[in-house]
């Protein structure tokens, strides 16, 4: 289930909102979770199963965890327990497909084909997977250091990992972050009706800019051949319909969080606003940023352990972080591409020449820089990326085909949609600043933006969901 | 990488999120606005469902998870899980087509979207000056080639979970619809029709030269290519539609529509015809003269309503065209002809001004042009929506009911969409008659992702009578007689040359029913395009106890076994000939690996020839028959018992192993008694033929099949497949690869097998009414899955409870109702199971309301309850 979608919107959300409300305090997680799972469930029924298991796994872990004295070895043995079926899952259900076709590939490339695995098996993704695993071993990373207590209620957890909000798109949210919440939170209408408002933006964001964005990016990126000035606007689009379906998403389960008196952390903080590239990896998906900064950068060294280790432990969590967005080759550039530039920037620091520029400049060229690594991350494949990075080049063989996909970046309503993203992005607020003193124009104004998009999404049959290789 | 902020992100969030700062008055307003939003769709929406009974998609939602579990306890839980998948789909469908909020806004709001900015939605491209075009269609010309493989991969990987894989090369079904109507003497012209973007790009693209068109996806000229190469004639009318754009400015297509104008359809009827007398001569008849009229016809095109706005706009008008319906003799209107010898299989290209709920007239459509141009009748049967398949479909159905209308044909033109062959799921269609998954034949050939192998397949065939050699491409055309007709003369031991431009084979007078004692004949050469057919020897033969009678020692060299029962070596070119063995053979004569180290007479000894000495140490003799060597003599192989196993020999150590055991479980359970093996030349294809069950070798239906071996290990990688399908016995295969990729051979080989479904037939007989309980119905379409069509029937099944009238011929019926018409939802989507209703039932064969609609049939399959039809439940 989508929250852009009718049955969310109109008969889940309410739904379980109503009965939410309705219930007795310590009879509400059982139903955000029942809510959850069939939320969760309706992607796919067989899918919950593995939610389930995770969760189990990781409550138990959590249990021994919380109950064995921190010096001892045993801890260390259910931190392992924990990681290990979590990234096996992970890594299974995400990567398996992914490793046997680059097996192949490389016993191809090396003339042994005869070596080469007759594997029949290919594996679904679940959805949300990568969300949920990384959140629930949150849960165990942050008992063994002893952030956070182990929850007794097995309900509590399984809300915690299940939470429909968050559970598909992010942004993830880290067991410290929330326990206090778990325990004891507040329901105001202030909260409420400031979720209302997040939601309605986020809703905004995702059905009347990513959608129309994406129609145009997607005709961009599914052409065989494009002029240069059509690919570049092509990415540009693709560069808008990401930023503002994420954002709008993170937004919207902001708002859904605080409709049920919790509190998620920022996702996004105006990342097209960034001046070099650090300064973007701060402004974006910054719940998984800094999970991966956490629980990744710093225990393999982060900066403590000299120059040269700290660029390779940035490569390192910059490619592992591209794997993450997907099983595929072009995520593992794309990511590469960050973590070399990450680290470059960091052994320039302000001798760089574009640290000189005047802020403008910075932003533009960062914004630039990001949008050429976009393309490895909308196309579909690794020839595909090497294709449109041609074509942006002007490199490319230009087929006939390639005049009808001009109409789609003169046509008015596309153009006025990149026009407004372009203003939203680099001209407006972002929610979270705007929504914070909440008048009755803004929220008739948030309300009017929910009202369009929810025309609008009954009237255009298309909206993507483009977490599903997450 | 991000520092660690002072403030936790925790800390952080709980300050700018947890404390907003809102009057409670505000507060309290926005809250109940949102709910109220919110709320009040749902609840009218289920004012609506409770007060309306029909339509509501509740029901089916509430049920899905009570028949999944059933299905989980009956068919495992991937089985429950699906159907639950599926029910979840259809109910969000549903819900969405009948949204209140999309039923209120979207015509309004698609009007001022159309209006002042030019869009459309996600169906339909508003051009310039009025042209309007259908997405999928210019995706096909814009998007990335539908033969590569990646694409390919991504569509098979792209399917919905639910459902089985899409299909998405269209060349397999196509090679395999091919060979199917060849194994009844049909032959198969394709025509596929451009789509509008291709010739008319002014309304996307206004300068864009008229010298570039016809535009076409990269794949297209490729696939033109492979037809050719799997010898399936394909005209294609773009170009010549181009030239007439280029030289009369004629629009070729409707310009709110996704179909051809009237002229270009009657263009392309013409030229096929032009087409089809170069490419397929269809026998001589009497010609039929029928006449043509003109008629102005006024529509509203597809693609106007496929944007959904208000009634009465008049953004985009309506079109006059006009159409020149065809008059049989006397001046009756065209109707398609059952016993005609052309069927055309067409979409709604073909169904266009043929068909009145099409809106643009009728009898004047693409098979009525044929018609007119060929001067004889022709048949019909196009189904509007449902995919490339859809026809096949129908006409298996039709068959399955009785009405075979393939019987007496002898040219099927099948027609589609260009834009087919990038979005089409390309089902393989089984078109023999209707009958229990237990008794179906191995399928045959079916490569998925092109070709694993080039090549070719020659074999012995009864099928024509007499024993003839045949050939059928590996890629999968239609089988060939090679060999020429010569009455009272049997043609046999077919051996191709390593190099594969030529074949070697025995023309003898020989008993058709056994294996002759002493029956030399014609050893015979002749090239695989059927030419240049000379006779090498007069007087050879082949050894005992089966049809091998020669190998090619190289391109040039032949080693056969004469009449006088010695071994010779012919040269090919100059005829000159030498004898292998001083002295004729008493019994059974040898013949000779094409290294001059070993030798066969019918026993699989594979003895010791001496070169110097000019004779064959014989060894000692093996069970079973039909021994032969690789072509570097290293190793050998024969059936080493009745039905098999065939094994193979090193020669140099004399190890034994196994290529195919009898009863092989890797062979279709339906034919795995193998006899006649053969290897390619260059050791990586093993050809043989295999039957049900049955021993006799003239008499029982064997058919060929291949398996590729490694050449190295000897180990047979993937399942063999099989090549014909003929019901006469086609033996003693040979094979020759011109490439052969062993490894997606082995992606593919799994998948081969398993029970195709069994047909649905229509029924026939008399109408009758009845009062009936309903038991179950299948899912109903979503307008998403027909697009860009609005109408659809499902099939469900009722017991009769009361007959008013007539006789209905069962208590259990299958009926065809309604589902989608003009887009709306039909009463039967949302009746419940017992609901009872009074219905009145016709047979659905020949209902000419149907004709050209989808039929969408999920039900359990049981070939003994025809499908009738029903315009009701009223």
């Known amino acids: 289930m989508v929250f852009s979608s009718h049955l969310f919107v109109y008969y889940f959300l309410p739904a379980a909102l109503f009965v939410y409300y309705a219930l007795p305090r310590r009879a509400r997680h059982l139903w955000l979770t029942t809510a959850s799972y069939a939320f969760y469930g309706w992607a796919n029924p067989a899918f919950m199963g593995l939610m389930l298991l995770s969760t189990l796994i990781d409550y138990v872990c959590g249990w021994r965890l919380g109950a064995s004295p921190r010096d001892e070895r045993r801890p260390r043995a259910w931190l392992a327990v924990s990681l290990v079926s979590n990234l096996s899952l992970l890594g299974f259900f995400k990567y398996f497909n992914f490793a046997v076709d680059s097996y192949a590939a490389l016993l191809t490339g090396l003339g042994l084909e005869r070596l080469r695995p007759d594997v029949g098996l290919r594996v679904v993704l679940p959805l949300g997977i990568s969300f949920y695993t990384f959140q629930s071993m949150s849960y165990t990373f942050d008992i063994y250091r002893g952030r956070t207590k182990p929850l007794k209620n097995i309900v509590d957890f399984a809300c915690y990992v299940s939470l429909f909000p968050q559970l598909v798109a992010g942004p993830i949210i880290r067991f410290s972050e929330i326990a206090d919440q778990l325990r004891h939170r507040t329901h105001t209408t202030e909260k409420f009706a400031r979720g209302a408002a997040f939601f309605s933006l986020g809703m905004a964001k995702k059905v009347l800019l990513a959608n129309p964005c994406g129609f145009v990016a997607d005709a961009a990126f599914d052409a065989v051949s494009l002029p ?44 097209y606003h960034a001046e070099s590239l650090t300064d973007f990896w701060r402004r974006w998906h910054i719940s998984l940023s800094t999970w991966l900064r956490d629980y990744l950068y710093h225990p393999l060294g982060g900066n403590r352990k000299g120059p040269r280790r700290t660029y390779v432990n940035l490569a390192i969590v910059m490619l592992l972080g591209g794997l993450w967005h997907g099983a595929a080759w072009n995520f593992v550039v794309w990511g590469g591409i960050h973590g070399v530039w990450l680290a470059m920037e960091r052994a320039m620091g302000k001798r760089s020449l574009y640290r000189r520029l005047p802020r403008p400049g910075r932003v533009a060229l960062t914004f630039v820089g990001v949008l050429v690594t976009w393309v490895f991350f909308r196309a579909p494949d690794l020839a595909a990326a090497g294709r449109y990075l041609s074509a942006m080049a002007g490199l490319a063989e230009v087929r006939p085909g390639a005049a009808l996909v001009g109409h789609f970046f003169s046509e008015p309503y596309y153009v006025l949609s990149l026009v407004i993203a372009a203003f939203v992005t680099w001209g407006c607020p972002q929610t979270w600043d705007w929504s914070r003193r909440l008048t009755l124009t803004r929220g008739a104004l948030a309300l009017g933006c929910l009202a369009l998009s929810l025309v609008a999404m009954a009237s255009q049959g298309y909206n993507p969901f483009i977490y599903f290789i997450f | 990488m991000i520092e660690r902020a002072k403030e936790s992100r925790e800390e952080q969030a709980m300050r700018e999120a947890g404390c907003t700062r809102v009057r409670p008055g505000v507060a309290r307003a926005l809250t109940s606005a949102f709910l109220l939003l919110l709320a009040s769709v749902a609840t009218l929406e289920i004012r609506r469902d409770v007060s309306k009974e029909s339509g509501t998609p509740w029901p089916e939602l509430v049920a899905a998870p009570v028949a999944a579990w059933k299905n989980t306890f009956g068919s495992g839980a991937f089985e429950g899980n699906r159907r639950l998948l599926i029910a979840k789909n259809d109910f969000e469908d549903a819900l969405e087509e009948r949204s209140i909020v999309a039923a209120a806004a979207l015509p309004g709001v698609q009007w001022a979207l159309t209006r002042l900015l030019g869009a459309g939605n996600a169906q339909v491209v508003v051009g310039r000056k009025g042209w309007l075009y259908f997405r999928p269609a210019v995706d096909y010309l814009t998007g990335p080639g539908f033969l590569d493989p990646r694409v390919l991969d991504r569509r098979t990987a792209g399917g919905k979970a639910w459902a089985p894989p899409p299909r998405p090369n269209p060349l397999p079904a196509i090679a395999d619809f091919a060979a199917q109507l060849a194994e009844r003497g049909i032959g198969l012209v394709v025509i596929v029709t451009p789509v509008k973007a291709a010739l008319h790009p002014e309304g996307l693209a206004p300068v864009l030269s008229r010298d570039v068109l016809p535009i076409e996806n990269p794949s297209f000229a490729p696939f033109l290519d492979k037809l050719a190469d799997l010898e399936i004639p394909a005209f294609s009318p773009a170009e010549r539609l181009a030239r007439t754009i280029r030289a009369k400015s004629w629009p070729q297509f409707l310009r709110t529509d996704t179909h051809w104008t009237p002229q270009a359809m009657e263009d392309a009827a013409e030229n096929l015809v032009r087409f089809l007398a170069r490419h397929v001569p269809l026998p001589g008849r009497n010609p039929v003269f029928y006449s043509r009229r003109e008629v102005g016809v006024q529509g509203r095109g597809d693609l106007t309503k496929l944007l959904r706005l208000p009634d009465g706009e008049r953004l985009f008008g309506s079109e006059s065209v006009l159409i020149r319906p065809v008059m049989g003799p006397g001046n009756a209107p065209w109707t398609p002809d059952p016993n005609a010898d052309v069927l055309v299989l067409g979409d709604s290209f073909t169904n266009i001004y043929s068909q009145s709920e099409l809106g643009w007239g009728e009898c004047a459509g693409f098979a009525e042009q044929l018609s007119y141009f060929l001067h004889r009748p022709v048949d019909k049967v196009a189904v509007n929506a449902g995919g490339p398949a859809a026809a096949r479909e129908r006409l298996v159905s039709m068959a399955a009911g009785g009405e075979d209308r393939l019987a007496g044909k002898r040219l099927v033109i099948l027609q589609f969409s260009a834009r087919e062959l990038a979005s089409g799921d390309w089902k393989l269609v089984d078109l023999s008659p209707a009958r229990r998954a237990s008794t179906i034949a191995a399928p045959i050939r079916r490569p998925e992702h092109g070709a694993p192998a080039r090549g070719f397949v020659a074999w012995e065939s009864w099928r024509s009578g007499e024993w003839r050699i045949w050939t059928r491409r590996l890629e999968g055309s239609a089988p060939r007689q090679l060999t020429p007709d010569e009455p009272g003369l049997q043609h046999c031991c077919p051996h191709i040359s390593p190099d594969g431009s030529k074949i070697v084979y025995l023309s003898r007078s020989a008993p058709a029913g056994e294996y002759p004692e002493e029956a030399s004949g014609d050893l015979r050469l002749l090239r695989m395009d059927g030419g240049g057919e000379r006779t090498l020897v007069r007087d050879a033969r082949p050894y005992e106890w089966g049809n091998r009678a020669a190998t090619w020692r190289n391109e040039r060299k032949l080693i056969y076994i004469g009449a006088d029962k010695r071994t010779h070596l012919l040269d090919v070119d100059t005829a000159e000939s030498s004898r292998l063995t001083a002295e004729p053979e008493e019994k059974m004569p040898w013949l000779i690996d094409p290294t001059l180290r070993h030798a066969v007479n019918g026993s699989p000894a ?88 049955d021993h006799d070798h003239f008499q029982s239906n064997y058919d060929v099949f291949v398996a590729p071996v490694d050449p190295g290990s000897l180990a047979l990688l993937g399942r063999p497949l099989r090549f014909t399908a003929h019901p006469a016995s086609d033996r003693y295969p040979d094979v020759h690869v011109e490439a052969l990729d062993l490894e997606r051979w082995k992606r593919e080989a799994p998948p081969i097998g398993g029970p195709a479904p069994i047909k649905a037939p229509l029924a026939t007989g008399e109408p009758f009414e009845m009062r009936a309980v309903l038991q179950s119905c299948s899912r109903a379409p979503s307008l998403r899955e027909i697009s860009p069509y609005r109408a659809a029937l499902i099939v469900c099944e009722w017991k009769a409870a009361q007959v008013l009238f007539g006789r209905p011929p069962g208590d259990r019926l299958r009926i065809a109702h309604w589902a989608l018409r003009d887009g709306e939802r039909q009463p039967i989507v949302s009746l419940r199971q017992n609901s009872v209703a009074r219905l009145r039932v016709e047979p659905l064969s020949g209902v000419s309301q149907i004709e050209g609609y989808p039929i969408f049939n999920d039900l359990p399959a049981d070939p003994d309850l025809p499908i009738h039809y029903s315009r009701g439940p009223d």
């Open chain 2, 606 to 693: 594979f003895s010791r020839y001496d070169a110097g000495e000019r004779r064959v140490v014989e060894a000692r003799r093996r069970p079973g028959c039909e021994p032969y060597f690789s072509q570097d003599g290293s190793f050998g192989f024969w059936v080493a018992g009745g039905g098999g196993p065939i094994r193979w020999i090193d020669l140099r150590t004399r190890a034994v192993g196994t290529w195919i055991e009898k009863d092989d479980r890797r062979i279709h359970d339906a034919q795995r008694y193998v006899y006649f093996p053969m290897l390619s030349r260059d050791g990586r294809m093993l050809a043989f033929s295999a039957s049900p069950g």
């Open chain 1, 228 to 271: 240069p000035l059509d690919a570049w606007a092509g990415v540009l689009a693709y560069a808008f319909q990401i930023y503002f379906d994420f954002s709008g998403y993170s937004d919207m389960a902001i708002g859904l969080g605080l409709m049920l008196g919790f509190v998620f952390p920022k996702n996004f903080d105006s990342p």
